[in-house]
């Protein structure tokens, strides 16, 4: 019963004694949020979105990173109660307009499309309601040629995640499925730390584009 409540609250956390907990554990577990940002390689100009921010850990280690004016950061999670958290963390950043947070599910990200330059999440996706609506709402909003990187701790998935489809071949079919190209699964080991590390990059269109209009025009 505690295995099955806390895996509950770590697909969304509530405000309650339950989900402060959750919230405490993350606050403890900010290494693999700084390694998935620190994987993104993020350029000062990026903009870059966190899916699943969490207690907010990942989006501080990002916005570090992104020096130059046009350098944005958003981020996006289904737990009001992270949201929350979160934007207190970043209240400074919020109101320079450097940080924008929504609260919603990953199959709608309100983003235009082909804005985004990096996107990382930690241990959420086997949370998602519809594999192939996230991954494809996420290809939308990112620009042709965008890096993507998903990183797992798999000592925490085999033991507090039973139930749920924590292993990664599905993920990385669906991200196939829905237009991502280069997908590769990695073993990372940063600061004495090991976890599973995931890379996708958007289709570039353009290069595509470029193959197909020679042989028409011919």
Known sequence: MLVQRLT???????????GWMVKKFL????????????LCDIQPENVVLELG??????????VRRLTQPAG????????????????????????TGKVNLFWGSVDQIPLED??????YHCNCYFFWPDLRAGCGEIRRVMKPGALMVTALQKLIATGLLKGTKWQPEP??????????VNVRMEDQRIDGETF????????????LNCR???ALLA
């Open 72 to 95: 944005k950061l958003y981020g996006r999670d289904i737990s009001e109660y992270m949201y929350n958290v979160a934007s207190e963390k970043l209240r400074a950043e919020i109101q």
């Open 114 to 119: 082909r804005v985004v330059d990096r996107v």
């Open 171 to 180: 993920y990385m079919e669906a991200l196939l499925e829905t237009g991502f």
């Open 8 to 18: 509950q609250q770590l697909g969304k956390p509530t405000h309650t004694v339950w």
């Open 27 to 38: 606050e403890t577990n900010g290494f693999l949020e700084a390694s998935a940002v620190k």
């Open 53 to 62: 921010f969490g207690p907010g850990l990942g989006l501080q280690e990002a």
């Open 196 to 207: 599973q590390a995931t890379f996708a990059s958007a289709k570039d269109v353009c290069s």
């Open 212 to 214: 197909v209009l020679p």
